[in-house]
């Protein structure tokens, strides 16, 4: 019979003893700088909010409820499917990716690290996503009711787990608060958000939508300590590893396995090999934006979607819009279209019948028809500009 969990100590250890932390802080050492330079770089905005969809896709990807990329991006330009499961899909799917940019700007820097350990900020984090959504998408698969920002009211169990009672809801997250935002030390604090996603999925407070919370409380810390910058997340790299990532979950629920397993009454053992996969994600993925970003190879890259644009599919793209496209990538910015036209040396009439064209096919972006034109990331440019960033997407977008 499994155990009844009523009190605090029964989710001991939080986090490792010293002796085992230490090779994990020298991981979390190497993240902390690779992801420190990584997310300070200047690109272009529609790359982070292709991110912010490819985030959402991958989050809901893990939970079985996932859209089509092109099924994303219809929902983006409000194109909802007739079919009422998929447009509640797509509808969680935008849910997720505007919650992802309101949280980002409202938890910054160190205080707003802090400050996400609050249990208040879990429930604002369960809002911010679940009120997006209309009424008759609130329910659970078995038919509850899902409130937003609301705690649940009843005992639940998740495989083998019971979740703690709901009377001692209030106690377990004050010590989950307590412990992981009292840690305030760089490597320290990395250490803390890998056991931080893993306890609060123990603790389960939601009737529903706990491994969404997890995964945006994860990203959203990992933002306002300063490492992401929006470029990258572990929502992909968890999603590209799920077994992994829920038989590391649930072996982290476990009862210590002996005396040599730690002093608490959980596998220490598992929380070690939870955090030290939840690092490896993480430097594996700022390792492969890194890749990705590469000032040696993007414009390379970029030039081989305007030749492929140009000579293949003949759509009015020529390959001079390499230079102002380079620019606008790498500097972020938005400029004039005369000052496009511009850069790309081309005569009057056909500087502007390239613009029409890189607009047309979503290469370039603007707010208004004669507006600033800014860099554009459209799914079917993803194969040649960020090639296997999102598979799913290259393979299920046509040219």
Same mark, same amino acid.
């Given at each position: 019979?499994?155990?009844?969990?009523?009190?605090?100590?029964?989710?001991e250890?939080l986090?490792?003893?010293?002796?085992?932390?230490?090779? #994990?802080? $020298?991981?979390?050492?190497?993240? *902390?700088? &690779? =992801?420190?330079?990584?997310?300070?770089? +200047? !690109? /272009?905005?529609?790359?982070?909010?292709?991110?912010?969809?490819?985030?959402?896709?991958?989050?809901?990807?893990?939970?079985?409820?996932?859209?089509?990329?092109y099924?994303?991006?219809?929902?983006?330009?409000?194109?909802?499917?007739?079919?009422?499961?998929?447009?509640?899909?797509?509808?969680?799917?935008?849910?997720?990716?505007?919650?992802?940019?309101? #949280?980002? $700007?409202?938890?910054?820097?160190? *205080?707003? &690290? =802090?400050?996400?350990?609050?249990?208040? +900020? !879990? /429930?604002?984090?369960?809002?911010?996503?679940?009120?997006?959504?209309?009424?008759?998408?609130?329910?659970?698969?078995?038919?509850?009711?899902?409130?937003?920002?609301?705690?649940?009211?009843?005992?639940?169990?998740?495989?083998?787990?019971?979740a703690?009672?709901?009377?001692?809801?209030?106690?377990?997250?004050?010590?989950?608060?307590?412990?992981?935002?009292?840690?305030?030390?760089g490597?320290?604090?990395?250490? &803390?958000?890998a056991?931080?996603?893993?306890?609060?999925?123990?603790?389960?407070?939601?009737?529903?939508?706990?491994?969404?919370?997890?995964?945006?409380h994860?990203?959203?810390?990992?933002?306002?300590?300063?490492?992401?910058?929006?470029?990258?997340?572990?929502?992909?790299?968890?999603?590209?590893?799920?077994?992994?990532?829920?038989?590391?979950?649930?072996?982290?629920?476990?009862?210590?396995?002996?005396?040599?397993?730690?002093?608490?009454?959980?596998?220490?053992?598992?929380?070690?090999?939870?955090?030290?996969?939840?690092?490896?994600?993480?430097?594996?993925?700022?390792?492969?934006?890194?890749?990705?970003?590469?000032?040696?190879?993007?414009?390379?890259?970029?030039?081989?979607?305007?030749?492929?644009?140009?000579?293949?599919?003949?759509?009015?793209?020529?390959?001079?819009?390499?230079?102002?496209?380079h620019?606008?990538?790498?500097?972020?910015?938005?400029?004039?279209r005369?000052?496009?036209?511009?850069?790309?040396?081309?005569?009057?009439?056909?500087?502007?019948?390239?613009?029409?064209?890189?607009v047309?096919?979503?290469?370039?972006?603007?707010?208004?028809?004669?507006?600033?034109?800014?860099?554009?990331?459209?799914?079917?440019?993803?194969?040649?500009?960020?090639?296997?960033?999102?598979?799913?997407?290259?393979?299920?977008?046509?040219?």
């Amino acid at each position: 019979m499994s155990a009844l969990y009523d009190a605090p100590h029964q989710f001991e250890p939080l986090l490792p003893s010293a002796a085992r932390q230490e090779p #994990l802080l $020298a991981k979390a050492h190497d993240l *902390a700088r &690779a =992801a420190t330079a990584l997310s300070s770089q +200047a !690109v /272009a905005a529609d790359l982070r909010g292709l991110l912010r969809a490819m985030n959402s896709y991958y989050s809901n990807r893990i939970e079985g409820q996932h859209t089509r990329p092109y099924e994303l991006e219809q929902a983006l330009r409000q194109d909802f499917s007739r079919d009422a499961k998929l447009a509640a899909r797509q509808r969680l799917a935008i849910a997720h990716i505007d919650a992802e940019a309101e #949280l980002e $700007a409202r938890y910054i820097g160190d *205080a707003g &690290a =802090a400050a996400l350990y609050a249990p208040a +900020a !879990v /429930a604002e984090i369960h809002s911010v996503l679940f009120s997006r959504l209309p009424p008759g998408d609130l329910a659970t698969g078995e038919g509850a009711a899902i409130e937003p920002g609301q705690f649940r009211t009843r005992e639940v169990s998740v495989g083998r787990h019971i979740a703690p009672t709901v009377k001692s809801l209030d106690a377990f997250l004050t010590r989950w608060a307590q412990v992981y935002g009292g840690v305030r030390r760089g490597e320290a604090a990395l250490l &803390a958000m890998a056991a931080a996603h893993q306890r609060l999925g123990w603790i389960h407070p939601f009737v529903d939508g706990n491994g969404r919370v997890m995964r945006l409380h994860t990203h959203t810390l990992l933002s306002a300590l300063g490492y992401t910058g929006g470029l990258w997340s572990p929502l992909r790299g968890f999603a590209r590893s799920v077994e992994r990532y829920y038989a590391l979950l649930a072996a982290a629920d476990e009862s210590r396995r002996g005396d040599l397993d730690g002093r608490g009454n959980l596998s220490e053992a598992a929380l070690v090999d939870w955090i030290d996969y939840v690092l490896d994600v993480c430097l594996d993925q700022v390792g492969f934006m890194k890749g990705m970003l590469s000032l040696g190879t993007i414009e390379r890259r970029i030039a081989a979607c305007l030749s492929f644009e140009q000579e293949t599919l003949r759509s009015g793209v020529r390959v001079e819009a390499l230079r102002p496209l380079h620019y606008l990538f790498l500097s972020g910015a938005e400029i004039e279209r005369g000052e496009f036209k511009r850069m790309t040396g081309l005569g009057e009439r056909t500087a502007v019948s390239l613009l029409t064209a890189l607009v047309r096919r979503g290469l370039l972006r603007s707010d208004t028809v004669q507006g600033k034109v800014r860099f554009g990331l459209p799914l079917h440019a993803l194969r040649f500009y960020f090639p296997a960033l999102w598979p799913e997407a290259e393979a299920d977008v046509p040219t």
